[in-house]
């Protein structure tokens, strides 16, 4: 049973359109997390949700937009897509009980997005 | 800010070489260190954390210690194998309102050749 899912695995689109990429969790985690991962492997926040509440939200152009309907899903939707939003987008949740940055986080596969 | 500096890769090792990967970190506070490991086409995996200084995390031969002197957690393995063959990202996890996101190095590639 996958801990941390994302739909779809590969995304392949042409600039200007819009798509979005899901991420379920059944950890029962409190905390979910956008990072991207540019083609150098670099690895960076974009955005947390704690119990459906935005916490974090890095300089991402407000192309990207998270949405979360309940602490279990995290989706993140891009409109108007350019080529270089092109990356391997991961998914993340952790517990965040009283342990301030203690807890590990869980990744999903990963979405590899692909704007032509 | 929070920051992560690993050593640059790809480092190539022969099977059961001793691997050290280097990382050291910019953090006020206290923050929290992991190791995650990808493999080819998969996502990350935590490997092993340490939460505050002097600790030392172990998992499946690998460890790193937790040194706030040196603001360093570098990664040993005595022997590697060619299935350790990964991308290796050092993180930290920093102290304070809403900062529980994970601040990542730039990976550091391991190909170990049998």
């Known amino acids: 049973d996958t801990a941390v899912s994302q739909t779809p695995k590969y995304l392949v689109t042409q600039m200007g359109n819009d798509k979005s990429i899901k991420c379920e969790q059944n950890?029962?985690?409190?905390?979910m997390y956008w990072y991207k991962q540019d083609s150098k492997k670099f690895l960076k926040i974009m955005f947390s949700?704690?119990?459906?509440?935005?916490?974090i939200n890095e300089t991402v152009p407000n192309r990207f937009s998270p949405k979360s309907p309940d602490k279990a899903h995290l989706n993140l939707h891009i409109n108007s897509l350019e080529l270089g939003d092109s990356a391997v987008y991961f998914c993340?949740?952790?517990?965040?009980?009283?342990?301030?940055?203690?807890?590990?986080?869980?990744f999903g596969p990963g979405t590899r997005l692909t704007v032509l | 800010g929070d920051s992560v500096t690993q050593m640059e890769g790809p480092v190539t090792l022969s099977e059961e070489a001793f691997l050290t990967i280097n990382c050291t970190y910019t953090?006020?506070?206290?923050?929290?260190l992991f190791w995650y490991v990808q493999y080819p086409g998969e996502g990350l995996q935590l490997l092993l954390k340490?939460?505050?200084?002097?600790d030392k995390g172990s998992n499946k031969g690998f460890e790193a210690t937790y040194r706030k002197e040196t603001t360093s957690f570098h990664l040993e393995k005595g022997s590697v194998q060619v299935s350790d063959s990964a991308v290796y990202f050092c993180?930290?996890?920093?102290?304070?309102?809403?900062?529980?996101?994970?601040?990542f190095g730039s990976g550091t590639r391991l190909q170990v050749q049998p």
């Open positions: 949700y704690n119990n459906k509440e935005l916490i």
């Open positions: 953090a006020t506070g206290y923050p929290s």
């Open positions: 340490a939460t505050k200084a002097d």
């Open positions: 993180a930290l996890s920093g102290v304070g309102t809403g900062r529980r996101a994970l601040t």
């Open positions: 950890l029962g985690h409190d905390t």
């Open positions: 993340a949740s952790s517990q965040n009980g009283q342990g301030w940055g203690t807890d590990t986080q869980y």
